[in-house]
């Protein structure tokens, strides 16, 4: 159950509940000094309060009439954006609220009607040190609001009350949970006589408390505000926020640095992928190279191979146009017997009825040089006629190449 605190802060006065569950858990009351320190205050009251270590509380302050001023302008731009007539009202803030020689810091806006805007302002001071105290206390500040506005969830509806504060008062009508009038004066009634004013009916909430539960009806309404309440404050200087605890500001330090690092380290980081990226495309670029080394080597194989087949196919010499030629050339009464040819020339064995005629006649053949008989000339009786066996050994010219 997490629990906010309700802080109403008066110029006499000091008070806090604790409200938890929907229920008001403690609450605290104590005089203010004149002339004190307001945070240290502050710290005092809160530091009676049981509060838990986590999650911390947070703390939603009211400011009673003689530090802030709730105001319905009229005369305003007739603009729907609520945002530009927020900057508005803050730009023209001395004509709309009271100073006092005291510097005020201005709520946002809300629009009532076309001209007609509801706005707040708070004394810096105070503002100041609620977050001080919060810092101190390590509690988180949800928002710090008016008296007035907080009233209209403290209170019971359609309800028309004079809140005092001090030598303030405030007259305040409520109506839809929300403040529809209100009038500033001055406290002119006697602090004996407050016996006298009607006591204002306060939500159900409130009731536990007894019949001064009233008192406390700011302080309970500041922490049912929603949190963007346009009539609030939030974060009210350039400092930390005033809810921020110290480890959460740790942890924000912490990813400060570890953003810083890794902006610092980012380029380098780049720039190694960047190398590795490079190294990598020129690993491949190598093995690329390696492998077209490697084709052009099979290349030159197979051009060396197809060299020598086609030198080979130059010098072969082709047995069926050796033997064309041999049968064109003899005569028609000379039979082959055997031809064997190798790449120097050719050997064959014939019948012929003249060896040395057969002889001349592969003498004439342009493919043949040089012919010649080898070994003895015989005789053989071939049927009736006699004939001559001669083997004869041949060369082959230049003119016997069988072009590729």
Not at 32 to 39: F, I, N, P, S, T
Not at 128 to 151: D, N
Not at 291 to 311: I, P
């Amino acid at each position: 159950m997490s629990l906010v605190i309700g802080l109403s802060i008066g110029s006499e006065h000091l008070r806090a509940v604790g409200v938890g569950g929907g229920r008001v858990r403690w609450m605290l009351e104590a005089e203010r000094a004149v002339e004190g320190d307001l945070a240290g205050e502050i710290v005092t009251l809160l530091r009676h309060a049981t509060l838990p270590r986590w999650p911390r509380p947070m703390v939603a302050a009211a400011i009673g009439p003689a530090g802030s001023q709730t105001k319905r302008l009229t005369g305003l731009p007739a603009i729907a954006d609520v945002a530009t007539l927020r900057d508005v009202v803050r730009e023209g803030a001395a004509r709309f609220f009271l100073r006092n020689g005291v510097p005020l810091r201005v709520s946002g806006v809300r629009v009532a009607e076309p001209g007609v805007a509801w706005a707040a302002a708070i004394e810096v001071p105070i503002v100041e040190a609620v977050e001080a105290a919060c810092r101190t206390l390590r509690l988180r500040v949800r928002l710090i609001a008016p008296s007035i506005v907080a009233l209209a969830l403290g209170l019971e509806d359609n309800e028309c009350v004079e809140w005092r504060d001090g030598a303030i008062s405030a007259e305040i009508a409520i109506a839809g949970r929300a403040v529809t009038a209100t009038r500033r004066l001055s406290n002119v009634v006697d602090h004996e006589n407050l016996a006298d004013v009607r006591v204002p009916r306060v939500v159900d909430a409130l009731r536990v408390l007894g019949d001064g539960g009233w008192r406390f009806a700011d302080a309970y309404g500041a922490t049912q505000l929603p949190s963007d309440e346009a009539l609030a404050l939030r974060t009210m200087s350039g400092d930390l926020d005033a809810g921020v605890s110290r480890r959460s500001v740790r942890l924000a330090a912490a990813a400060l640095f570890i953003a810083t690092v890794a902006a610092l380290v980012a380029p380098g980081v780049s720039s190694a992928v960047r190398i590795r990226r490079t190294d990598r495309d020129f690993a491949a670029l190598e093995r690329r190279r390696v492998e077209a080394d490697r084709a052009e080597r099979d290349l030159a194989r197979m051009d060396a191979a197809l060299a020598e087949v086609s030198a080979f196919d130059a010098t072969r010499r082709s047995p069926t146009l050796l033997l064309a030629s041999l049968a064109h050339a003899l005569p028609e009464t000379t039979v082959l017997v055997t031809v064997r040819i190798d790449s120097a020339g050719a050997t064959i064995a014939l019948l012929a009825p003249r060896a040395a005629a057969a002889l001349a006649a592969v003498d004439s053949m342009a493919q043949v040089t040089s012919p010649e008989i080898i070994g003895p000339v015989t005789k053989e009786v071939v049927g009736t006629r006699e004939l001559e066996r001669a083997t004869m050994h041949l060369r082959f010219g230049a003119a016997a190449k069988r072009a590729s």
